[in-house]
């Protein structure tokens, strides 16, 4: 049924239809408790995307997008993974990844009674400190004598919830890259784009102790034997094929109200772009000079400038859609059907009020968020305030002191990795600059109106170069080896008076910004979120006896639908697939977004696909009508029998508003066909190694 985010546990409820288009399989063999299901494949990976186990010794794919930071950060200019691509040839070859971690889902249960009987009497805060609780004791007792980890969550607002069981192993290791030449195509120029011809795949593999279970890093942990992997196929996929995706969407917001719609168009999304452009440009300006800080940069650059795209795509669409009108006419629906229910009486009314009175600050919001504390640095100074604050109460010397400087240290390490004086000061003004001229006057801070004051010169802009330079000539809380040398040498008060530290704080944290402003945010989080519950109380109850499927939360989820090619606008046809002969198309030699490697562009002219072509060509990426999110990708794209298909990495342009809702029409997942993925690992990369260990059926 195209739309819709399927909770597992529950997807019986949904076999009929997925039989009727062309699902083989049965409910047990997606979800079972008792015996390996497909679940028991598809991981949880890093806790941003999805992954899935394709060799009964541990080897998993993914997204090449998702293996970015660990491929970027092995990376260096004279051993160039990023740019060159690389396949080890055996285990020891092999990279262990510090940090990276996978999730398997043990079982899902419905905790919504156990939760509502003991709360439903409870408001506020009391409420919420009350579910917690609760939920940590059916996680501990869900878990009691086992390795296992569990949590609870909040479906529909808080009107059901959900315990999950999950393994976690954190010994994963790097098996292949692409070029990213191949696993980022097109760039972002292409990116949230069809027609698409990306090999956006990445892999990977999970390590266990002896006992096969989940054990920290050691060189002779063996390769972990899942309960369950994903055989291949390699027959290839076709237009109103049976196309299933499984995995872990992060987020949607489905039911979000016309005003928040409104609010999101006019101020919120138009700024978080604005602001994400700065930043991007001046990171770009430094890159350009230097490899070795492209290759550390490359990975968060990637990252904001995916949302940055997403947000200019998502404002496009919600207003070519006329979402914020559709949302409208659901709304009175709504209060038709409230009619004299007291309980729901006013809520929409409500909605109005709140928005109309947290507008003028939603702007505000965005900056302290994407501007001011995106700033690596100020999110470092707050970061370590806390250490500092512990370190200069304790003697130096004794093992406590030592460990304390010994996390602060470590956390500057990582933070001196993608530090840039330049890029710095270029963001900071273009930050201050845009909030002089965004932000009201009567929302300036008074700590913002002493800088223009104390740096005053010709222009804002040139006021806040000024004060850019001060701030790095007077702070010791920026620099990394200042910093480096006042963590051996703390001192509290010479910390608050910091120049940077009094940035950080006075400009990042509500409650100082001004009074006012901290309960504008707060009153505005807490009165929407029982809004939000009331108001899907209402839609339950309305809905009730059909199918409903809650927001993406990071939980694992079911979609399925075909293969479906659509039509983009009047008179164009969008196929369902490309082919290696559109990548030859989109060919610039030497692009940072286009080029393509030597040995891609030899085995193309030889036209030699291996046993992957079909029809005298070879099929790279193909879409499907399957309801993904964020979180999705690298999540396996499976056909009616349980084979692997492709991997999911992309949404497309006319649907970008998809996250607020769904357009039946236009709305399509992004796969890599697997046949050009095993193509690139065989033909291009010539990793035998990594074909022999797949299940590949024919
Ligand atoms: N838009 C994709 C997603 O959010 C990520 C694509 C990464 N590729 C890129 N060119 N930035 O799932």
Redesign the pocket.
């Known amino acids: 049924a195209d739309e819709g985010m399927w909770i597992p546990m529950l997807i019986g409820k949904n076999y009929d239809q997925m039989k009727s288009q062309g699902f083989k399989l049965t409910p047990q063999d997606l979800y079972d408790i008792n015996k390996a299901s497909l679940k028991d494949a598809i991981v949880s990976f890093g806790g941003f995307c999805t992954g899935e186990l394709v060799s009964k010794n541990g080897l998993l794919f993914t997204?090449?997008?998702c293996g970015?930071d660990a491929i970027a950060t092995e990376s260096t200019p004279e051993n160039n993974i990023l740019d060159n691509g690389f396949y080890a040839k055996n285990y020891s070859e092999e990279r262990p990844i510090k940090g990276l971690f996978v999730n398997f889902l043990v079982k899902i249960e419905d905790v919504t009674d156990k939760i509502l009987t003991q709360t439903n009497q409870l408001t506020g805060t009391e409420k919420e400190a009350k579910i917690t609780e609760i939920g940590d004791k059916l996680a501990a007792e869900a878990t009691k004598g086992t390795h296992y980890n569990a949590f609870v969550r909040d479906f529909f607002k808080g009107n059901q919830y959900f315990l999950f069981v999950m393994e976690k192993f954190t010994d994963i290791r790097l098996v292949g890259t692409p070029p990213q030449s191949i696993g980022?195509f097109?760039?972002?120029t292409?990116?949230?784009v069809w027609p698409r011809q990306?090999g956006?795949f990445s892999i990977f593999r999970v390590y266990a102790g002896k006992d096969n279970k989940p054990a920290a890093y050691a060189k002779d942990n063996k390769p972990y034997s899942p309960k369950k992997y994903l055989p291949v196929s390699v027959k290839g996929v076709e237009n109103n094929d049976f196309a299933m995706v499984y995995g872990f969407p992060g987020r949607t917001d489905r039911f979000l109200t016309s005003y928040g719609v409104s609010l999101a168009i006019d101020s919120v999304s138009p700024e978080i772009v604005k602001l994400r452009d700065i930043r991007l440009k001046a990171w770009k300006k430094e890159m350009d000079k230097d490899v070795a800080f492209r290759l550390k940069i490359s990975s968060q650059y990637?990252?904001v400038?995916?949302?940055w795209?997403?947000f200019i795509g998502q404002s496009e669409q919600l207003k070519a859609l006329k979402i914020e009108d559709k949302k409208r006419a659901e709304e009175q629906e709504f209060n038709q059907w409230v009619g004299s229910k007291p309980e729901y009486a006013g809520l929409m009314q409500k909605y109005n009020e709140l928005y109309t009175n947290y507008a003028p600050y939603a702007k505000h919001r965005v900056f302290i968020t994407e501007g001011f504390y995106a700033s690596k640095w100020v999110a470092n100074i707050l970061k370590l305030q806390n250490s500092i604050e512990k370190l200069t109460k304790e003697v130096k010397g004794t093992d406590a002191y030592n460990n304390l400087q010994k996390t602060a240290l470590e956390t500057i390490e990582s933070y001196k990795e993608t530090y840039n004086a330049t890029a710095d000061k270029a963001i900071l003004t273009g930050m201050l600059t845009a909030f002089y001229e965004d932000i009201p006057k009567n929302q300036h801070p008074d700590f913002y109106n002493d800088i223009l004051k104390k740096y005053k010169a010709k222009t804002p802009q040139e006021t806040f170069e000024k004060y850019a330079n001060a701030l790095w000539k007077e702070s010791v809380l920026i620099d990394p080896d200042k910093l480096i040398a006042f963590i051996n040498n703390p001192n509290q008060k010479k910390f608050n008076e910091d120049i940077a530290y009094q940035y950080a704080k006075n400009l990042v944290i509500p409650e100082y910004i001004s009074k006012n402003l901290g309960t504008v945010l707060k009153d505005f989080e807490n009165q929407k979120q029982e809004l939000d519950h009331l108001y899907f109380k209402a839609l339950l109850k309305k809905n009730e006896g059909k199918l409903m499927y809650p927001d993406a939360n990071s939980t694992m989820r079911i979609t399925y639908g075909n293969v479906q090619n659509y039509a983009p606008k009047d008179g164009v046809l969008y196929e369902a697939t490309t082919t290696i002969d559109g990548v030859m198309e989109k060919y610039i030699p030497n692009d940072s977004e286009f080029d393509l490697p030597a040995n891609f562009l030899a085995a193309y002219k030889a036209r030699n696909f291996g046993s992957y072509g079909s029809n005298g060509t070879l099929v790279v990426n193909f879409i499907s009508n399957n309801d993904i999110t964020?979180g999705?990708?690298g999540s396996p794209v499976i056909n009616g029998n349980g084979e692997l298909i492709g991997l999911a990495?992309?949404?497309n342009w006319e649907a970008m508003s998809g996250d607020i809702a769904f357009d039946k029409k236009f709305k399509r997942s992004i796969n890599v066909d697997i046949r050009y993925v095993l193509w690139c690992i065989d033909v291009l990369g010539g990793a035998k190694n990594i074909i022999d260990e797949l299940e590949i059926r024919k």
């Open positions: 997204n090449h997008h970015y980022k097109g760039g972002d292409d990116n949230w990306t956006d990637a990252s400038a995916n949302y795209k997403y964020g999705n990708s990495f992309d949404g």
